[in-house]
């Protein structure tokens, strides 16, 4: 079946320009994860979503980032004026439902670069 | 709040060597669940394998085990058989089994197995 897909899988944008990310779950997973990998380092949490509910943002970086998950299916993680630290993998990933059993599918990740 | 460390920036080794990649933890908690990912090239994460904290075997999935030791807080993965395909980054994750289940990674190790 498919995984969890991510696009765009690369994005340059311009200091100061907004972008959008698109994470798609597989289908029926509730729970949907946003990380943070920088180059050379390990992922780094930014948000949880149950369903459509963001229950946990505490990893976000400050208020320029901003994730929703409006149906409980696709989610898009929005960061308005990138900055150059900005610059990263964004990984997605999606369980089936919220367990520490349950397997975390992990998408290819959006690289992004802020020139 | 917890944090993964895992001390080998790089390894190579032979095929069908026997090779193992090093972790530690720091949690003040008791129960916890801990993990190890590959990522290959690709980039797409794959969980490799997960011990739960309360269990005191040791974990295995074919030619991949864990040493996993609570009271040094140390979770170790041993490759027996290398092969090409194990080429990857390999990171170490914690996660608590309360709340988002966020995982927390380590820096990562970069295994080569060479032919």
Not at chain 1, 73 to 92: F, G, M, N, P
Not at chain 2, 27 to 44: A, C, G, I, M, V
Not at chain 2, 50 to 71: G, I, P
Not at chain 2, 101 to 106: E, R
Request: aromatic share 12%.
């Amino acid at each position: 079946g498919a995984g969890v897909s991510q696009s765009p899988r690369y994005k340059v944008a311009k200091r100061g320009q907004d972008v959008a990310l698109r994470c798609d779950p597989i289908s029926g997973h509730v729970s949907l994860f946003w990380y943070q990998q920088a180059l050379g380092q390990g992922p780094e949490f930014l948000t949880y979503f149950q369903n459509e509910a963001q229950l946990d943002k505490s990893g976000l970086p400050s208020d320029r980032f901003f994730a929703e998950r409006p149906e409980g299916s696709v989610s898009t993680l929005k960061i308005q004026r990138t900055q150059q630290e900005d610059s990263a993998v964004y990984l997605c990933a999606s369980s089936v439902k919220e367990g520490p059993t349950d397997t975390q599918y992990f998408g290819p990740g959006t690289r992004l670069t802020v020139l | 709040a917890q944090t993964v460390t895992q001390s080998q920036p790089e390894m190579s080794v032979q095929e069908a060597e026997t090779v193992t990649l090093s972790c530690t933890y720091d949690t003040s908690e008791n129960n916890y669940y801990l993990f190890w990912y590959k990522q290959p090239p690709s980039r797409q994460m794959i969980l490799v394998i997960r011990q739960e904290a309360y269990k005191q075997q040791n974990a295995t999935e074919n030619r991949f085990s864990v040493n996993f030791q609570k009271a040094a807080k140390s979770f170790s993965l041993k490759i027996s058989d290398s092969q090409l395909g194990d080429t990857a980054m390999y990171f170490c994750a914690f996660m608590e089994p309360q709340g988002a289940q966020k995982l927390v990674f380590g820096q990562g190790t970069r295994l080569t197995i060479n032919p």
